[in-house]
């Protein structure tokens, strides 16, 4: 029995699909208020439960042999990026799971004191690599399917909104890849107890997005380019009634701050292990937009 938290977001959907196409019993770990029909519909376990709960995260875990934590925060790093991780991996080691992996993200060891959801995936590594679990930990640049809304919006209006410096690079890797290496970390020898970065299989410019998405939807792009200065005004503004947006809003700065990328030898070293090659986000994009 695999669990999978996080079940219903962008990889954890994902993996659920890999699974129960390969016949694997799946737990999914899903909030009530998610939508989780599909999942359901083939044939996942449909655990019902709050993240922040010990006692939900204890009764997921029963009879489970391996655990697949994809879940983000939703603003709460504390409670789910950090305890719930600490929480399923204590009982990962107290009900014996053979393998463990763990969705973090590129950059989590380099101490980025204003992104808490930094600071736990990188305090949640930490203690999974001393837990004595077999484990694979993946640090992925960023997701293809998140730029989706955005290439929509792209395709109704023309306008791409790029906020910070626009020569800052990424290597954007397809969500179904991601999904992919996810799935087989757990039977690969290569993969067991290591920390891979994961992008795609090209260093892109920030302003190469927009680009791409002129050449999906034939269409000149009108970029809108704020400075990154804007997003330090509104954390000030939000500092003033609601510190907790306000620290969610470091990790938001870190991201649009800072380059997250993958080295070539990182991007080959992943494609030989998991033995595929990694698909562009202009063949992602072109995919799910049917374009």
Known sequence: MFLVTGATGGIGRRVVRLLREQENHVRAFVRLTSRYGELEHRGANIFIGDLRQQQDIQKACQDVRYIISAHGSDGDALSLDYRANIELIDRAKANGVQHFVFISVLGADRGYEDAPVFKAKRAVEKYLETS???????????????????????????LYLLVGDPKNRTSIVSTDDLARIVVDSVTLEAARNQIFAVGGPSILLREDIPKIFSRVFNKEPVVINPPLFLVDVVRGGFGLFNPQAQKSLGTFRTLLANEFFCKHEEIAKVEAIFNFQLETLENFLRRYLAV
């Open 132 to 158: 004595g679990l077999n484990y694979t930990i993946l640090r992925p640049a960023g997701l293809a399917s998140d730029l989706l809304p955005s290439a929509e919006r792209f395709r109704e209006t023309g």
